[in-house]
């Protein structure tokens, strides 16, 4: 967590550094050096607000999931609270969102991934993002279909979520979000058939 006191307007360029950065060299090359090049600023700044590269990570990543934070809640504000099919769509579109699937973002994603098995405070952020959509996905599911199956559906379209994400993450083509999207929609459409049952 950065230290009370950190310029704003040098936040953004952290960050934007820190993710292109690990876009050019990965993870392990993305030094604090060639960060703070990168962002313009001292090592100095990098390590005294932030205790070095790890901590920059981290404040990159909450950058990340505020992002996409708000990309869902935006299309969740434009949905009527009535329409459950419509807001679940929503919150599945929020996470193919443009500013989620360009490269540097995916990039930086994976070295979260990656690095959130076996660091503590990582593994906090991943669990929060995990129980978020988690969450989002059940309120809207439980509108149209028994709570335990809710459950069962809102796991099948968060894997689902990840899934096609990390795939498209590893082609060199990259994330198609509509086929993401309308692939979602067809495990979904599927499991408000009458027929099918868990």
């Known amino acids: 967590m950065p230290k009370v006191g950190m310029p704003e307007i040098r936040r953004p360029q952290l960050v934007a550094a820190t993710m292109s950065a690990i876009d050019e060299v990965g993870l392990a090359g993305a030094s604090v050096a060639l960060i703070s090049r990168k962002a313009g600023v001292s090592a100095g700044i990098i390590n005294h607000y932030f205790g070095g590269k790890h901590g920059l990570l981290e404040e990159t990543m909450r ?8 990309g869902v809640q935006m299309r969740l504000n434009a949905t009527h609270a009535d329409d459950a099919k419509a807001r679940i769509m929503a919150i599945v579109d929020g996470n193919f969102d443009p500013n989620q699937v ?3 973002v995916t990039k930086t994603w994976l070295a979260f991934w990656s690095h959130a098995m ?4 990582l593994f906090r952020l991943q669990r929060v993002n995990e ?6 996905l059940r309120i809207e599911l439980k509108k149209l279909m028994p709570a335990e199956q809710a459950k069962f559906v809102a ?8 899934g096609i994400w990390l795939r498209g993450a590893l082609r060199p083509s990259g994330i198609d979000p509509q086929m993401a999207v309308a692939t979602i ?3 979904l459409e599927r499991q408000l058939s009458p027929s099918v049952h868990i």
Do not use: C, F, M, T
């Open 118 to 121: 076996h660091d503590p405070a």
């Open 63 to 70: 950058s990340v999931l505020r992002e996409l934070s708000r």
């Open 102 to 104: 360009n490269g540097k």
């Open 131 to 136: 129980k978020r959509l988690l969450s989002h």
């Open 155 to 162: 796991q099948g379209i968060a894997a689902l979520v990840d």
């Open 185 to 187: 929609e067809d495990y």
